[in-house]
């Protein structure tokens, strides 16, 4: 919930709901949201990092120190924290050299959508132009393409079916021969769920479970003797599709330990 006055508040449904009450919304505004003050005009909501949780982004008028759009990450708990980082700032925009610049301050609506249909979520910022005469001098628009996925608008020489599966990142990506990793893998459009792994010879993938809408986790066992250096990892669905991400995970291998050499002492 937002506010022209304040800062936003935040409501979990807690179905049935406390003792007494009809509905289960409950104000965790103050362990869940980072505190800040901002006009809010507008706001979206949707998954921008893929991470499989529900993120919110507020189109603001700026405050000092504030930017014309908060990004509020979830930590897939229902717990948000800005991430200005991930937004470019309103003075990246600025579009008229020989006039002052004050239409890119009153931000009137976000949008999050795949425009570009690479699978990640892109944002289109409406603004309200000057207030001072003439009043026909309206704003630019701004659109901001996520580059989470890099395809389509991002000018990488690809094209990815809409829908279809794909892999994120691999975390831990890299282990050393002879030992037993626990990986992490975070994707898009792994509804299906993960049936096998395919690192190489040499890299072998137990018991993947899904811990997310698009994660899974996995024991990993890499052979003593396995060939050091990148790999490709493919993921093969339940349902046939596979997913491949290169260079997605490195055997590291051990320096080898000096034998000693023994002598006769004198």
């Known amino acids: 919930m937002a506010f022209k006055d304040g800062p936003p508040m935040l409501f979990l449904n807690t179905l049935p709901g406390p003792t007494g ?40 008028s700026t405050q000092p120190q504030l930017p014309h759009v908060i990004l509020l990450l979830n930590d897939g708990r229902g717990r948000f924290t ?25 931000c009137r609506d976000v949008n999050l959508s795949d425009v570009d249909a690479d699978g990640d979520l892109d944002m289109l910022l409406t603004y309200s132009g000057s207030y001072a005469l003439p009043v026909t001098m309206g704003a630019l628009n701004a659109f901001f393409v996520n580059r989470l996925i890099p395809d389509n608008f991002n000018t990488m020489n ?5 829908r279809s599966p794909y892999l994120l990142r691999l975390s831990p990506s890299a282990g050393y021969q002879g ?33 997310g809408p698009n994660a899974f986790t996995t024991k990993v066992k890499i052979d003593r003797n396995a060939a050091g250096g990148v ?25 080898a330990t000096a034998r000693p050499s023994w002598g006769m002492y004198k």
């Open 231 to 255: 790999r490709n990892v493919t993921a093969v669905l339940n349902d046939g599709k596979t997913a491949l991400l290169r260079n997605a995970f490195t055997v590291l291998t051990r320096p």
């Open 82 to 106: 800005v991430a200005q980082n991930e937004v470019p700032s309103n003075y990246s925009i600025l579009m008229y050299s020989a006039y002052f610049d004050d239409f890119h301050v009153v």
């Open 21 to 60: 009450t009809e509905f289960g919304f409950v104000d965790v505004t103050a362990s869940h949201i980072q505190t800040f003050y901002a006009t809010v005009n507008g706001a979206d909501i949707g998954d921008v990092d893929l991470d499989g949780d529900i993120d919110i982004a507020l189109a603001i």
């Open 179 to 211: 030992t037993w990793v626990t990986v992490n893998i975070v994707g898009n459009n792994l509804d299906s769920g993960i049936k096998s792994l395919i690192f190489g010879a040499g890299v072998t993938a137990y018991n993947i479970t899904r811990v």
């Open 158 to 162: 690809r094209f990815r079916t809409y």
